[in-house]
């Protein structure tokens, strides 16, 4: 049973590029979450879906970050015009939405804006 | 306003030795208490949680010491080994919402 999966597993960008991050949730989970993980700020919410529909956004920064679920195998998450300071580790969870609370999270994608 | 504080930022301690990890939370409406486990270049991994109608789960070597009235938990990892060295997260959560995440407690097990 493969676990959360997110590619690419390491980005690097140009200020002002986009950049794309993808995730599949663990098959038959029907939440998804987005995290980002800095040194500094440690692990920060950004966002999450339940069956597909955005639920809660209040971690997402307001310009430059869109999440979308298309489908419940697959997540994105969208940076356009990216800058140094979005330089981090962005984690993708899913969880079951039992109510358990357990999340199972993804190796990350490390973003680096040059 | 954080939800969820840890204590402390890092801890070292001797292999074989106990570990003392804390964690004060806000929301005396939160009801499942999960700690993840964190090595470098992966994601966290659950390692246990409790609800908070207990007051004490055991799972390994770890415990969690939960006080509903004071709002706050501890982790206790028994017998420490080099291999348990990582980043110790807590977390809390209500019903099937979204789960709120301390900064972390940085472990090293020295041998």
């Known amino acids: 049973n493969a676990g959360v999966i997110q590619t690419p597993r390491h980005k690097v960008t140009g200020k002002g590029q986009e950049a794309t991050l993808w995730c599949e949730p663990i098959s038959g989970h029907s939440a998804v979450f987005w995290y980002r993980q800095t040194i500094v700020q440690g692990l920060e919410f950004l966002t999450y879906f339940r069956n597909q529909a955005p639920i809660d956004d209040s971690g997402m920064p307001k310009e430059r970050f869109s999440a979308q679920m298309p489908n419940q195998s697959h997540s994105t998450l969208k940076i356009q015009s990216t800058q140094p300071q979005d330089s981090a580790v962005y984690l993708c969870a899913s969880s079951s939405g039992q109510g358990t609370g357990q999340l199972y999270f993804g190796e990350g994608s490390k973003l680096t804006v040059l | 306003q954080q939800q969820v504080r840890q204590s402390p930022q890092s801890l070292t301690v001797w292999e074989g030795e106990t570990a003392i990890l804390n964690c004060s939370y806000e929301?005396?409406?939160?009801?499942?208490f999960p700690w993840y486990q964190q090595f470098p270049g992966e994601g966290p991994a659950l390692l246990i949680a409790i609800r908070s109608v207990s007051d004490k789960k055991e799972d390994g070597g770890f415990t969690i010491f939960f006080n509903k009235r004071e709002k706050n938990l501890s982790l206790h990892i028994k017998d420490s080994q080099p291999g348990d060295s990582a980043t110790y997260f807590c977390a809390a959560s209500l019903g099937n919402n979204r789960i709120f995440f301390g900064d972390g407690t940085q472990l090293v097990v020295k041998p």
């Open positions: 929301n005396s409406a939160f009801d499942y």
